[in-house]
T-cell receptor
Framework: AQSVSQHNHHVILSEAASLELGCNYS??????LFWYVQYPGQHLQLLLK??????LVKGIKGFEAEFIKSKFSFNLRKPSVQWSDTAEYFC??????????????FGKGTKLSVKP | EAQVTQNPRYLITVTGKKLTVTCSQN?????MSWYRQDPGLGLRQIYY???????DKGDVPEGYKVSRKEKRNFPLILESPSPNQTSLYFC???????????FGSGTRLTVV
């Protein structure tokens, strides 16, 4: 069965600090990978996604993520965070092929608090 | 505007009283899904549907039912709600598995 692990429950940074949030997945086949963001009181929005090709993907708001197949990882990065990045971040994975593509599995999330 | 619409946004109900949370999307998406979000547990998938009349269980289907009679609608039914179903529920849709899901605004359900 698929599973997603996010290593940090809560990360606290000062503005302009660099961010890296860890995500590891477990799945025996080829996967699609996603990062979502949830601002306080809001629904989830897609930050970026990886299907194939260049393992370094760029998303919205200056975020990027790197897929490292050998480590089953898809870590999210941002060189310089802003107070407005305060939110909860979720990593997610689904199978690329087969009848369970609709089965998108999420990690438990990482809360990011950015101090002004 | 392309969107996923859930109703109601907030609902307080009593144990055992059947309820339905509606979900509708206007993007002609094939895939639809229901999640519940609980503190410390992230989002857990309840049911998903890959097309009309095709549904499958997610990770936490117990106590829930769904139906997909039309492409745009995917209601979530709680036949006999219990307090452990108090949660924030999200409906989502996708045109296919590669695109990721677009989420609705959520339904906060309290069962007393």
């Amino acid at each position: 069965a698929q599973s997603v692990s996010q290593h940090n429950h809560h990360v606290i940074l000062s503005e302009a600090a660099s961010l890296e949030l860890g995500c590891n997945y477990s799945y025996g086949g080829t996967v699609n990978l996603f990062w979502y963001v949830q601002y306080p009181g809001q629904h989830l929005q897609l930050l970026l996604k990886y299907f194939s090709g260049d393992p370094l993907v760029k998303g919205i708001k200056g975020f990027e993520a790197e897929f490292i197949k050998s480590k089953f990882s898809f870590n999210l990065r941002k060189p310089s965070v802003q107070w407005s990045d305060t939110a909860e971040y979720f990593c997610a994975v689904n199978a690329r092929y087969g009848g369970s593509q609709g089965n998108l599995i999420f990690g438990k999330g990482t809360k990011l608090s950015v101090k002004p | 505007e392309a969107q996923v619409t859930q109703n109601p946004r907030y609902l307080i109900t009593v144990t055992g009283k059947k309820l339905t949370v509606t979900c509708s999307q206007n993007m002609n998406h094939e895939y639809m899904s229901w999640y519940r979000q609980d503190p410390g547990l992230g989002l857990r998938q309840i049911y998903y549907s890959m097309n009309v009349e095709v549904t499958d269980k997610g990770d936490v289907p117990e106590g829930y039912k769904v139906s997909r009679k039309e492409k745009r609608n995917f209601p979530l039914i709680l036949e006999s709600p219990s307090p452990n179903q108090t949660s924030l529920y999200f409906c989502a849709s996708s045109d296919r598995g590669l695109a990721g899901y677009t989420f609705g605004s959520g339904t906060r359900l309290t069962v007393v």
